[in-house]
Nanobody, 125 residues
Framework: QVQLVESGGGLVQAGGSLRLSCAASGRTFSYYHMGWFRQAPGKEREFVSAINWNGYSTRYADLVKGRFTISRDNAKNTVYLQMNSLEPEDTAIYYC??????????????????WGQGTQVTVSS
């Protein structure tokens, strides 16, 4: 089992920045690819970004490419999502997830076995 706890969400004005963190406990963190997803009210959960087990490969949704950066610190069992130039459309609950399936399909929720409870990000215009 892997337990995931997100933090760092909050209210920010458009153009601002937030840094989300996801702390993992349980099984060895470095065995897992890590992903960030988000879900806005009335919408399906969507892929944001992913990072492979050693941090050498990353993926981003087109909507966040160039604005968000994913990173991980395996010594701290933590994955981060730095979000810059935030837009009202980025408002959502952000979830981190851990999985071990093929990283090439890391944009799919089915890749992930464990999910956090989410952290709310609200961007005001």
């Amino acid at each position: 089992q892997v337990q995931l706890v997100e933090s760092g969400g909050g209210l920010v004005q458009a153009g601002g920045s937030l840094r989300l963190s996801c702390a993992a406990s349980g099984r060895t963190f470095s065995y897992y690819h890590m992903g960030w997803f988000r879900q806005a009210p009335g919408k399906e959960r969507e892929f944001v970004s992913a990072i492979n087990w050693n941090g050498y490969s990353t993926r981003y949704a087109d909507l966040v490419k160039g604005r968000f950066t994913i990173s991980r610190d395996n010594a701290k069992n933590t994955v981060y999502l730095q979000m810059n130039s935030l837009e009202p459309e980025d408002t959502a609950i952000y979830y981190c997830a851990a999985g071990q399936k093929n990283f090439y399909i890391a944009n799919l929720t089915s890749v992930y076995d464990y999910w956090g409870q989410g952290t709310q990000v609200t961007v005001s215009s």
